[in-house]
């Protein structure tokens, strides 16, 4: 297994994922996918959900929809957190209050032109930190 890339994953919670493989029967090895098939269709599904998701944040952005911007941040927010895709989730979290035009770790409101502002850089950021992720995380179900 990789080393854990840099901050980018929370081993613990992707490691409670991973185990759910263990809990289906012996037979199953020889099933499509090995012994982790379970856990890669669910990391693949996230996979897809995220690209469609950041494919909806761009569209947001282009029409200044900063409700839409923080309800697409909540979504992505949890399906990042429940496989430890802890980057993703934090730039989610904040693209959400930054869609309610607030920046909760300075405790300020925002124009809605400097919200938007912040979730552009953002949105970069947080799909560069989405690709080392899925990079990281196709390796690994690679080398089993």
């Not at 980018?8 to 994922?17: C, L, P, R, V």
């Not at 263990?22 to 090995?34: I, L, W």
């Not at 761009?58 to 979504?75: M, Q, T, W, Y």
Request: glycine letters at 8%; a negative charge.
């Amino acid at each position: 297994i990789p080393s854990d890339p840099a901050g980018i994953i929370d081993m613990e919670t992707f490691s409670q994922i991973r185990e759910m493989d263990e809990v289906e029967d012996d037979d199953d090895e020889s099933a499509e996918g090995g012994a982790h098939a379970f856990s890669k269709g669910i990391v693949w599904g996230y996979f897809e959900q995220a690209e469609n998701t950041f494919k909806q944040m761009e569209d947001a952005i282009a029409e200044a929809d900063l409700p839409k911007l923080s309800s697409l941040g909540h979504f992505l927010k949890g399906s990042s957190a429940a496989l430890g895709i802890v980057k993703v989730q934090a730039s989610c979290e904040k693209m959400q209050h930054y869609g309610n035009c607030r920046d909760e770790e300075a405790g300020e409101t925002l124009s809605e032109e400097e919200a938007l502002r912040r979730i552009k850089g953002l949105l970069a950021d947080c799909m560069t930190d989405y690709e080392v992720a899925k990079g990281w995380m196709k390796r690994l179900y690679e080398e089993e």
